[in-house]
């Protein structure tokens, strides 16, 4: 199994698991509140950040953000959108912040503008959204940057998978089942697809979750995950359509820690007799 270089870690087979902290519009447009996530993420262990970067004019119509909808913004979808969105002054402070604190930091573009836009920072990789899986021309156009990719699959069938392997190509590709609901249900998490998709593409494959729950995203490691990434927020309770599918401060951290100790437990594979395990042989058995 080949391996992916995201700043100074590898990723695959043989290596910890790398763990995401998405932090995406859980920072409600402020960025005090991106910096204690940035915080939390840190404290918690994980690897690294993740945000969302949008040009609004490009990827929603004006119908869609004229369309009602109340906020802390504002009465329209319009208000919303833009009132979540970070610009150069906010990824500015966010670069010089987690560069400060020592955690890596990306982003999921979702135009070829915010591509552009996220490059002037020099991040180590770029995600793929789930929902722009289809969208050849932003795959090609992320791509094109020469950086390594991390591609999402939520709502996607393998065909499309496929096809966006293939447009992608599979140099330094690492790939996420997801289920793009929020939160997700357990019966439709599917986490037995992990191991399909890291046999289907020989690259290191991995989990993005959206349930409410931490167990499921620990056991992927027996499964054969090598990054996990979650959504993070400072209290599920706050006001935004992703926290209730997100981690909470002590969340994040159970999540952590039992990924690191289900590393230690996994082993060798090679079944084999622990030195512990020999007075207690000499104990309890009669023969052999």
């Known amino acids: 199994m080949i391996s992916v270089q995201i700043g ?45 970067k949008r040009n609004i004019e490009v990827v929603y119509k004006p119908e869609e953000l004229a369309a009602p909808r109340e906020s802390p913004f504002g009465k329209t979808n319009g208000d919303l959108k833009y009132g979540l969105e ?23 573009c979702w135009d070829e ?10 991040v180590p990789c770029y995600k793929i959204a789930s929902a722009s899986l289809t969208d ?6 992320t791509r094109a940057k020469g950086k390594p ?14 096809h966006a392997v293939e447009v992608l190509g599979k140099k330094d590709m690492v790939i996420l089942h997801a289920t793009s609901t ?3 249900n357990y019966d439709e998490l599917n986490l037995s697809v992990i191991p399909v998709l890291r046999q289907r593409y020989g690259v290191p494959t991995g989990y993005s979750g959206h349930e409410t729950g931490i167990p499921t995203s620990v056991s ?9 990434e979650r959504h993070i927020t400072l ?48 104990k309890l058995r009669r023969k052999g």
């Open 113 to 122: 503008g915010s591509v552009d836009f996220i490059d002037q920072f020099d």
């Open 86 to 108: 970070f610009e150069i002054e906010e990824y500015q402070e966010i670069n010089r912040y987690c560069r400060e604190k020592g955690i890596t930091w990306f982003a999921s």
């Open 149 to 162: 990719i991390i591609l999402s699959t939520g709502m996607s069938t393998i065909e499309q998978i496929d």
């Open 182 to 184: 929020y939160p997700a």
């Open 220 to 228: 992927v490691i027996a499964l054969g995950a090598c990054v996990v």
């Open 235 to 282: 209290d599920r309770a706050m006001w935004g359509s992703d926290q209730a599918a997100s981690l909470g401060p002590g969340g994040v951290i159970k999540m952590v820690s039992g990924i690191r100790v289900m590393e230690i437990a996994m082993g060798d594979g090679i079944k084999k007799v622990t030195q512990r395990e020999m007075p207690i042989i000499k």
């Open 8 to 52: 100074n870690r590898k990723i695959g087979e043989g290596h910890p698991c790398y763990i995401i902290a998405e932090i995406g519009i859980n920072h409600n447009g402020d960025i005090d509140i991106a910096k204690k996530l940035i915080d939390l993420a840190k404290l918690a262990g994980c690897d690294a950040v993740k945000f969302q």
């Open 136 to 141: 050849d021309d932003l795959l090609r156009y």
